[in-house]
């Protein structure tokens, strides 16, 4: 803290004259808000001749201080002395009767509070309110009149004249700062909406979300719900400003699920019925406040409550999720200032995910036009050609004397037969009947369609909450299933054969065979292709053999990794349109 300068002339006598406008024209200097209330403290102090000065600044309510700005008392001081005034006592007189006020010695004022421990004596005291147009925006509080044993008539001149032009100064640093914070929030907005557009998937871009807030609104921690058709909201997104990891971020390899949460509830029931923002404090008198609050601690992983916004993502009628932001349990009023630009945010927010939604929808069918062109050309000409190809190895098979080449001619045959069966699975799967709703039907049905290829059916399983996959990693996933089960009927012999899909931190795919296994003269360019896919993940690609027979197909990849080279046509969409 700096020193207090001493004024002008002799002992007791104010500063006039140039000591106000020098006190004007410091207090006017400078659009920081923060450094324009110090600098009002100081100026006051110097004007009138106080050894001490505070400007308290009003909540929003106007019933208590939200902020204390002090000169005089050391850092060390304020540490000793502990929590800051909210307005008791001779403090509150002003708050309660916004008037100037001197008084000759507040120890023994009627209304006086007394002071804490390791607070400096004091006595004199004067006291003005600051307003911003006709809105009292906070008080100026002088104690100890250097050289007198109280303030003057004078002073109080001084002083109001002063509480006049700080006022103007606030206002128009309250102006800057609020033309700081519309553009921070306008960036934030560019950055999710850019996010939404351009991250392989929505969980990815939401994860940016959730940290614009937190430095945006200066939080500890957020997170970002979304809603699901006929279930509970699904936390996809969570991010601390400290750095620390939110509950499950990687902190488990389990294949459970780890780190999913669910906001189902009563509690949380009641919050999608109010559709409008929401502020929590801690304390309250309600059982579903607490509840809410620990659980948003326990999801972002804080150690104790605080005020607690949950703020709805919207997009007209339509409710897509919810913002869940948390402060430490000082900054209330900071909480409650930044209501309103979270709930406007938040509404930016909830018309990108439809955009980038619609880009996707745009895209997909854009894919699925291309998918069906290539089906068509595969079915017209490729099958084609190879069923003719197929047909003259057999007419020459009949030509064949040596044995050798006859059993070279039927198992040329047999892999031209399995390749038309390949193509045609292929088809079907690019030109599906009816589209099939959830990562899990996808690929059941997948895995159900080499049924004829394998002669009988795979046992399919999935662990873990199948969300928050974008279609790029669903695409692979899907060649794994598909070349662990080609391999297992050209080269396998197998009677059996298990695909296993675990979902959590990483996404791991699993096919197993109970065949010969892969001999050393197979041909590897799928499995290679297979390697290449989970190295541009970060992930790993394996098979080993299985005692006492048999084959197993490990890929794993980090659920949040992605494809180093992705090429994509649209938010979240498939690599290529093929």
């Known amino acids: 803290m700096a020193t207090p300068v001493p004024p002008s002339g002799p002992p007791g006598t104010p500063v006039q004259g140039d000591g106000l406008l020098d006190a004007v ?20 102090c110097q004007l009138v001749g106080a050894r001490y000065g505070a400007l308290g600044v009003l909540a929003a309510d106007h019933d208590h201080l939200m902020e204390f700005i002090t000169h005089g008392v050391s850092e060390e001081q304020r540490d000793r002395i502990g929590d800051l005034p909210r307005g008791h006592g001779v403090l509150g007189l002003l708050i309660r009767d916004p008037m100037p006020r001197r008084i000759a010695d507040i120890r023994t004022h009627p209304d006086s509070y007394g002071f804490p421990p390791n607070h400096p004596p004091m006595a004199s005291f004067i006291g003005a309110p600051i307003r911003v147009r006709d809105e009292v925006f906070g008080n100026l509080y002088l104690s100890e009149k250097e050289g007198a044993e109280q303030f003057t008539d004078q002073d109080e001149a001084l002083l109001v004249a002063l509480a006049g032009a700080a006022g103007v100064a606030i206002e128009n640093a309250r102006l800057y700062e609020r033309s700081r914070s519309q553009r921070q929030w306008a960036q934030a907005v560019g950055d999710v909406s850019q996010a939404l557009l351009e991250s392989e998937t929505e969980a990815d871009a939401l994860a940016v979300t959730a940290e614009q807030v937190c430095e945006v609104a200066g939080a500890r921690a957020c997170a970002v719900a979304r809603d699901r058709e006929g279930d509970a909201p699904v936390v996809v997104a969570r991010h601390r400003a400290d750095g620390g990891p939110a509950l499950g971020d990687g902190s488990t390899e389990s294949h459970q699920g780890a780190g999913l949460v669910v906001l189902d509830g009563p509690h949380w029931d009641t919050v999608r019925d109010v559709h409008q ?302």
């Not at 410091?26 to 600098?39: D, K, M, Y």
């Not at 299933?481 to 296993?500: D, K, Q």
């Open 25 to 44: 024209l410091a207090v006017g200097a400078g659009l920081e808000l923060s450094e324009v209330l110090r600098r009002i403290v100081r100026s006051a």
């Open 277 to 578: 923002a929401l502020l929590l404090i801690p304390g309250e008198e309600q059982a579903a406040v607490a509840a809410i609050v620990d659980d948003v601690c326990a999801m972002t992983g804080l150690d104790s409550p605080g005020p607690t916004a949950l703020v709805p993502l919207t997009a007209g009628t339509a409710h897509l999720g919810l913002l869940m932001v948390s402060w430490d349990g000082s900054d209330a009023d900071t909480a409650s200032q930044l209501l309103g630009p979270l709930d406007e945010f938040a509404q930016h927010v909830g018309l990108a995910l439809v955009a980038a939604s619609a880009q996707h929808d745009r895209a997909a069918v854009a894919m699925f036009e291309d998918r069906e062109r290539i089906a068509r050309d595969m079915h017209d000409h490729v099958i084609q050609r190879l069923f003719a190809t197929g047909l003259s190895l057999q007419a020459g098979e009949r030509l064949a004397q040596h044995p050798v080449v006859r059993s070279r001619i039927e198992e040329a045959v047999s892999e031209l037969d399995l390749a038309i069966k390949d193509i045609r699975q292929a088809i079907y799967e690019l030109t599906p009947s009816q589209p099939v709703a959830g990562l899990r039907g996808r690929l059941a049905e997948l895995v159900a369609g080499y049924a004829d290829v394998l002669g009988f059916a795979a046992h399919f399983t999935l662990t873990g909450e199948a969300t928050g996959i974008g279609p790029a990693l669903e695409m692979d996933v899907s060649a794994v299933i598909r070349e662990g089960l080609s391999n297992a009927a050209r080269h396998a012999c197998a009677s059996a054969v298990s695909v296993e899909v675990f979902i959590g931190p990483r996404i791991e795919v699993v096919v197993t065979d109970d065949g010969t296994g892969l001999g050393k003269s197979d041909r590897r360019s799928g499995l290679a292709n297979l390697a290449g896919r989970a190295k541009a993940r970060g992930g790993t690609c394996e098979t080993q053999p299985v005692q006492p027979h048999g084959t197993r197909l490990s890929w794993s990849v980090p659920a949040g990794g992605r494809a180093k080279h992705h090429r994509g046509v649209g938010p979240w969409s498939r690599e290529g349109s093929a």
